[in-house]
């Protein structure tokens, strides 16, 4: 059932968690499918709801950077120096953990990740619980994650008691993942954070996002993936007309020659970054309702927020399809 965040929702919510029951619950970058974190059983009915493999650890969620220190066994120097930069933010961070966080929730890994999460309902939320919360996105495994209280009910509101409804997600996709290998920072998945900004706070960070056994063990080639075929192509123009029609274009910016195309959505009028990434996984979803033949999605450029775009758009495409293949 999706309620308004009020205080009496919220310490509903707190008192399910508290009993080990799962609730949703926005953030500033997706719904979150949240439970309390130092609860295996109940961590295990988000893997069981979400139809997530085991081998795929979870994020805590505190409610501050002192909460975040009683989980953890150390935290290298350039590591708190992002908490204090970037928390509350889309920035979680990849720390040895103490033995009060179940080994489900970091799928047997000694590392866990945890982030403080920059909305209201969830840091209420997290005060009231006095619990850290352990929370995937709120979709079925591999799905395109909830921007909105209505996509968690659409896709698993059967399976969950509360859903609190924070309005529509501000960041828009997920939190930048980084952890520290070897004492060195490491991009594990590009987020809301954009890397240039990571960087000027600690320096030069490595990219361990690819390959074909990712560090962040969920993060599979195909994932993010709406059920259309998704195409990356550089502009309108590589798509041939046989091909437009039946076809819907996913376009950061307008474009001119969108002639014979079923559909044209736009992320952002003004091509704005920020804009683009908040309305991305919305338009993933309604394009795929759209019974469309293929989507075909235009690349942006990989600077600022136009990495994480790229990296969910290249999942999305899945790992049949290199990324810049033009329009077939
Ligand atoms: O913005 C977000 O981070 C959202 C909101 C709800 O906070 N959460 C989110 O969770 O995106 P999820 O489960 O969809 O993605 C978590 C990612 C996975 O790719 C997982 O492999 C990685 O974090 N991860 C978790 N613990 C890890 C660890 N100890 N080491 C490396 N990667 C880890
Ligand atoms: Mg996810």
């Not at 650890?57 to 120097?77: G, K, M, Y």
Request: proline share 10%.
């Amino acid at each position: 059932m999706i309620v308004p965040p009020n205080r009496a929702n919220i310490a509903r919510a707190a008192d399910l968690l508290r009993a080990g029951d799962v609730v949703a619950f926005p953030t500033e970058t997706v719904y979150g499918l949240g439970a309390d974190a130092i609860n295996a059983e109940a961590v295990a009915r988000i893997f069981e709801i979400k139809g997530r493999p085991r081998f795929d650890p979870l994020i805590v969620h505190a409610a501050d950077f002192d909460q975040v220190r009683a989980l953890v066994t150390e935290i290298p120097a350039a590591a708190a120096r992002l908490a204090e930069r970037f928390w509350p933010g889309p920035l979680t961070i990849v720390l040895p953990k103490t033995d009060r966080i179940p080994d489900i929730v970091t799928a047997g890994l000694s590392t866990v990740a945890v982030r403080v999460p920059d909305h209201p309902v969830a840091l209420d939320l997290l005060r009231a619980t006095e619990r850290p919360i352990a929370a995937p996105s709120a979709n079925p495994f591999g799905y395109v994650s909830p921007t909105c209280a209505e996509h968690v009910a659409e896709q698993i509101g059967a399976h969950v008691s509360l859903i609190l409804d924070g309005g529509p997600c501000r960041i828009g996709i997920e939190s930048t993942i980084i952890a520290f290998m070897g004492g060195e920072p490491a991009l594990l998945r590009p987020g809301g954070v954009p890397m240039e900004v990571i960087e000027d706070v600690v320096g030069p960070t490595r990219i361990v996002t690819g390959g074909a056994r990712p560090l962040a063990p969920g993060r599979l080639p195909s994932h993010y993936a709406p059920r259309t075929p998704l195409l990356l192509v550089r502009s309108a123009a590589d798509v041939v007309p046989a091909h437009r029609s039946g076809g819907a274009l996913l376009t950061r910016a307008p474009e001119r020659d969108v002639a014979g195309f079923a559909h044209v959505e736009v992320l952002a009028a003004d091509g704005d970054l920020r804009r683009a990434a908040a309305n991305l996984f919305a338009a993933l979803r309604r394009l795929d309702a759209g019974a469309y033949t293929r989507i075909f999605a235009i690349e942006v450029p990989e600077r600022g927020l136009g990495r994480a775009i790229m990296d969910r758009l290249r999942r999305a495409a899945g790992p049949s399809d290199p990324p810049s293949t033009p329009g077939q």
